[in-house]
């Protein structure tokens, strides 16, 4: 009826269709939750994916601004996320996120959100995923 | 209060009692949270859970079902689900896997929902893991 | 403006500030969200952070009650959890997991929560890892 919560798929223009039927992210009531995001540079018509560079720090930076699309689609933004899941391949890269992470979120005026941060396989040339869970309101 | 929040636990008819103590799937409010599924044959008392197959798509058809069932017991649909996460074994795998799922979600009628897809170890034989958070209403 | 959900960053006493910008647990409005938590003593100042000890049962009893630590911190108990996530690093750690999660939880009175366990890399020394999501009220 009038009141009962409608499902929204959000798609930022800088990225292309999902490889999969599922969307980047969704929206329902005061829930909002960005699906796994990589460092893919924006989309290109007819390009396929191509990560921002080799690096961790470029990585880290690409995967952020996609998460960060998806949230402001979404009608969000950093300060409304309560959780980042963070998939790295290489416990090695530990410190070094860390210090990414700090730059990037040095300007929070909000609680920063929970972490989790485990190492898992990767998909070849991706060194970092991302997925954050959002309360809005 | 009579306005307190109950928490529920939902447990369908195909599926044994959990290994541990944890719940297949879980409802409080309008959250409804369920438990990673494996690939398992709906359970045969004094039979040991069996998996649907060897393949990645016996398990991954079968690993929705599961999913399935506890989001119905739950009074939920795929239509309710906001992310799914998908574990598997083999990064190989990522382009039939989403075969089997754009084939299993093809009618759905909402926005579908988030996806992350990592890499990780499960127990020997099984190829895929699956959970699911839905927000109803 | 009054009703607008407030994001609140929860820090017990027994831990140390978060390595990185994040925080141990945040609640925003009914939800609480706990980040990975691993089996480390609380915090002694001066000190680095030490395992509660080699062996799983002492690393998941210290993790355990760390994120206990943080959901009463925030107003919650176990009777909220809907979801425990457990990062184990060897698959032939599920049967004693099992076990030592049973006599943990053995006394709680709301259903158990929901449960994904998956096997990935930690930091070395660390054999487990679990995160939380609550739903107060």
């Known amino acids: 009826m ?3 919560l409608h499902k929204t798929a959000i798609t930022p223009s800088t990225h292309t269709a999902p490889p999969a039927k599922f969307s980047h ?3 329902k009531g005061n ?3 960005v ?3 990589v460092g893919f540079l924006p989309a290109t018509p007819g390009h396929s994916p191509t990560p921002a ?3 961790l720090r470029e990585q880290t930076v690409q995967t952020l601004a996609n998460v960060k699309a998806i949230l402001e689609e979404g009608g969000a933004s950093w300060e409304d996320v309560v959780m980042l899941r963070v998939y790295l391949t ?3 890269h530990f410190a070094e996120l860390n210090e ?3 730059e990037y979120f040095a300007d929070l005026k909000e609680a920063p959100s929970a972490r989790t941060t485990v190492y898992v396989g990767l998909p070849a040339g991706l ?3 991302i997925d954050a869970l959002a309360v809005l309101g």
Do not use: C, F, H, W
């Open 2 to 4: 009038s009141d009962k």
């Open 25 to 27: 992210g969704v929206r």
């Open 31 to 33: 829930i909002l939750q």
């Open 35 to 37: 699906a796994g995001q």
């Open 53 to 55: 560079g080799p690096t």
């Open 90 to 92: 290489d416990v090695e």
């Open 100 to 102: 990414i992470y700090n």
């Open 127 to 129: 060194l970092i995923e």
